[in-house]
């Protein structure tokens, strides 16, 4: 699995810890986020990674900030991204199992190494179950599109 990973300057040093554990575990990691700890917005870093996510250059990404919420935001703005801002691994394998979620974020000031790292295998270790599910997912793709038809009239 290619895993694309990124943060701002709050949650550098996590992600500098993180990247290396993850590919003890076998997994091809990409580092896409700054080279410093030196003030950053996590905005344009949520966006460039998402964007490789999209164009599918990545199976999935993890996107860091100190709370998780802004590169989250950021993330989801781009057409085909779920990203899901978890602080705890049952939530991180639920987002893959019905959301079908293709960006874990989280945040370093929230979560220490030990659990991001727990928060990182739960997710990657999960898969879309599909089923009704799929139906869901299929309405958020639905809302990248600007389709809102699903709604009806009651909403």
């Known amino acids: 699995m290619r895993i694309g990973i990124t943060s701002d ?37 949520g966006v460039q990674l ?14 860091i900030c100190g709370s998780g919420i802004g590169i989250s935001i950021a ?3 781009i057409k085909g991204i ?3 801002c978890v602080s705890e691994a049952y939530s991180a ?6 959301n079908n979620a293709n960006v874990l974020c989280f945040g370093s000031r ?4 030990d ?9 990657l270790g999960a898969s879309f179950e599909g089923g009704r599910h799929a139906g869901r997912v299929a309405q958020l ?11 009806g009239e009651g909403c």
Not at 93 to 98: D, E, F, I, L
Not at 110 to 113: I, K, S, T
Not at 141 to 151: C, E
Request: hydrophobic share 45%; proline share 3%; with cysteine.
């Open 115 to 123: 659990v991001a790292l727990a928060i990182c295998e739960a997710f």
């Open 82 to 84: 779920r990203a899901a």
């Open 110 to 113: 929230v979560v220490g190494p």
């Open 141 to 151: 793709r639905q809302l990248d599109a600007g389709d809102v038809s699903f709604l």
């Open 50 to 63: 998402a964007r490789e996510v999209a164009a599918a250059r990545f199976d999935v990404g993890i996107a």
């Open 9 to 45: 300057h709050a949650a550098h040093d996590l992600r500098i810890d993180l990247i290396p554990r993850l590919r003890e575990l076998g997994y091809d990691v990409v580092d896409r986020g700054p080279a410093t700890s030196e003030r950053t917005d996590y905005a344009k870093w």
């Open 75 to 77: 993330a989801n703005k």
């Open 93 to 98: 394998a639920m987002s893959r199992r019905h």
